[in-house]
């Protein structure tokens, strides 16, 4: 075939760790999240509140499985600074 070598990727190799269509880390946030509005509100629509929050990981995940991984590192490396009103914009940590 015109000279060209192909070479198999696996492609589970190279996704993250997916439990219920979502990143284990979104699923265990998403866990905390309900877990905290029960201890809140005590009341059973947060089981609701969690599946829609689920909902919308299961989407996000579809189009880019780590988002939520790259959102942390994002809002871990580049904090608000003193004068973010001022410049509207965030300076990365040294």
């Known amino acids: 075939m015109n000279g060209l070598e192909r070479d198999s990727l696996f492609v589970a ?20 999240v309900a877990t905290e509005l029960f201890l809140l509100f005590k009341s059973a629509w947060v089981l609701a509140a969690a599946l829609v929050i689920h909902l919308i990981g299961v989407l996000l995940c579809l189009r880019e499985p ?6 942390m590192t994002r809002a871990s490396r580049t904090p608000r600074i003193k004068n973010y009103k001022i410049w509207r914009c965030n300076s990365y940590r040294p």
């Open 13 to 32: 190799l190279t996704r993250p760790q997916m439990f219920a269509g979502v990143t284990y880390s979104y699923f265990i946030m998403n866990m905390v």
């Open 66 to 71: 780590r988002f939520f991984d790259l959102w």
